[in-house]
């Protein structure tokens, strides 16, 4: 029990740190576009690998802020969204991201969510004229006030990159 509070602490606190010990027992895979991929094999490790390579500052935010209330969501979101979906070699990084924009702007109830998202779409190299044609897209299935919504999304994280490059 002890040994996994201290786990906990040091995922959650320092993924960095974490993710540098395990570098040691990195794999390669090709995704079907034949990018290579280098994973480390544990689910864990591998999401934690995405999540830092995609917006590390808002993954470490997330676990900072879960981590006193339950520390085990941010397990689920690491090790199942990102250790085992994210890290499928069906589609791209940056198709995902896509994926995953149009998802959240069509809930309309994850504005953290989605904003962090168009940070993660654009460090997985999405441009910003993507993510604006993505908005207006889901005008047509999701209604203009989720696309306005993203829209507005949008031009705040893009305002913000452009003070704080």
Do not use: W
Request: hydrophobic share 50%; charged share 15%; proline share 5%.
């Amino acid at each position: 029990m002890l040994l996994n509070k201290i786990l906990i602490y040091f995922i959650t606190h320092h993924p960095s740190a974490v993710l540098a010990c395990l570098s040691s027992t990195l794999v390669a895979e090709r995704n079907i576009i034949g990018q290579v991929l280098i994973m480390p094999p544990h689910r864990h490790a591998r999401g934690l690998a995405i999540l830092q390579q995609i917006n590390p500052n808002s993954a470490d935010a997330l676990f900072n802020e879960l981590a006193a209330i339950c520390p085990d969501l941010s397990r689920f979101v690491t090790e199942f969204a990102y250790g085992d979906i994210y890290a499928r070699t069906g589609l791209t990084l940056a198709q995902r991201e896509l994926i995953t924009l149009s998802a959240l702007a069509t809930l309309g109830n994850a504005a953290p969510q989605l904003k962090s998202h168009i940070v993660g779409a654009l460090n997985a190299g999405c441009t910003r004229q993507e993510i604006i044609e993505l908005m207006l897209q889901i005008s047509v299935y999701a209604g203009f006030p989720a696309a306005i919504n993203g829209m507005l999304a949008a031009k705040e994280v893009f305002a913000m990159l452009d003070k704080n490059p």
